[in-house]
């Protein structure tokens, strides 16, 4: 399968990357900094700018799916890079016949909010990551609205251990309460497993590690994808 990556120069898209090609997948990258992703087979890296709408229609036309990892940075609060680029996304891919995209979002967004604790809900998400949730709200309603097959994954507080997998949980039916951790390997395992799975097609599970399901953890924002 030939998958377009956007956002392959952070934590997850990394992990989506190497994953990718692990699995055998051809991955075109698309970054505005080409030369923070080492060269590997079956690797094409294409710079360019999501503001670029001819460039992010080149970088999807020949795929066969999308993985977005797009984030933007809680003290740049007025950069909206999901909710910007995913418009372009989306126009590239009708026109190139690419239906399936899945993208990464956040827990606390949409009806969540309500599934975190109090202090989060009001701290983080209502001041420190405002702007940010606003940008992943925003993304989830325009794929909505759109005819793609998409898949939007809600993840807590990210980190850098090993992949478990599939010792995740995944639910939308509001059973994940708190900010539980997950493991950006997990994330981009989870993300790829949807290529070959319509389990959640035009849905929006939380992901969460098993270990914080039955102790939800509560403190501290969610880092940048």
Same mark, same amino acid.
């Given at each position: 399968?030939?998958?377009?990556? !956007?956002?392959?120069?952070?934590?997850?898209? =990394?992990?989506? *990357?190497?994953?990718?090609?692990?699995?055998?997948?051809?991955?075109?990258?698309?970054?505005?900094?080409?030369?923070?992703?080492?060269?590997?087979?079956?690797?094409?890296?294409?710079?360019? /700018?999501?503001?670029?709408?001819?460039?992010?229609?080149?970088?999807?036309?020949?795929? /066969?799916?999308?993985?977005?990892?797009?984030?933007?940075?809680?003290?740049?609060?007025?950069?909206?890079?999901?909710?910007?680029?995913?418009?372009?996304?989306?126009?590239?891919?009708?026109?190139? +016949? *690419?239906?399936?995209?899945?993208?990464?979002?956040?827990?606390?967004?949409?009806?969540? =909010? !309500?599934?975190?604790?109090?202090?989060?809900?009001?701290?983080?998400?209502?001041?420190?990551?405002?702007?940010? *949730?606003? /940008?992943?709200?925003?993304?989830?309603?325009?794929?909505?609205?759109?005819?793609? /097959?998409?898949?939007?994954?809600?993840?807590?507080?990210?980190?850098?251990?090993?992949?478990? +997998?599939?010792?995740? =949980?995944?639910?939308?039916?509001?059973? &994940?309460?708190?900010?539980?951790?997950?493991?950006?390997?997990?994330?981009?395992? !989870?993300?790829?497993?949807?290529?070959?799975?319509?389990?959640?097609?035009?849905?929006?599970?939380?992901?969460?590690?098993?270990?914080? &399901?039955?102790?939800?953890?509560?403190? +501290?924002?969610?880092?940048?994808?």
């Amino acid at each position: 399968m030939n998958v377009v990556v !956007f956002g392959p120069t952070g934590g997850t898209g =990394r992990q989506l *990357v190497i994953q990718a090609l692990a699995a055998g997948h051809h991955v075109t990258a698309f970054t505005r900094n080409p030369g923070a992703i080492e060269a590997r087979p079956r690797l094409t890296v294409m710079a360019g /700018d999501l503001r670029d709408e001819g460039a992010v229609a080149l970088a999807v036309a020949g795929g /066969d799916a999308v993985l977005c990892a797009l984030g933007g940075r809680p003290w740049r609060r007025r950069e909206q890079v999901c909710s910007s680029a995913m418009p372009l996304i989306a126009r590239a891919m009708a026109k190139a +016949g *690419v239906r399936r995209i899945v993208a990464i979002s956040t827990f606390g967004a949409g009806e969540t =909010r !309500f599934q975190v604790g109090w202090l989060v809900r009001t701290v983080f998400f209502g001041l420190v990551l405002r702007s940010e *949730v606003a /940008d992943k709200e925003a993304m989830e309603q325009q794929l909505s609205a759109s005819s793609l /097959d998409w898949t939007v994954v809600r993840v807590g507080l990210l980190t850098d251990e090993p992949v478990r +997998g599939g010792t995740w =949980r995944a639910a939308d039916d509001g059973s &994940i309460r708190g900010m539980g951790r997950v493991a950006r390997a997990d994330v981009a395992a !989870f993300m790829l497993a949807q290529l070959g799975d319509k389990t959640w097609l035009r849905r929006r599970p939380v992901l969460m590690g098993q270990a914080q &399901i039955e102790a939800p953890v509560e403190s +501290g924002p969610p880092p940048h994808a």
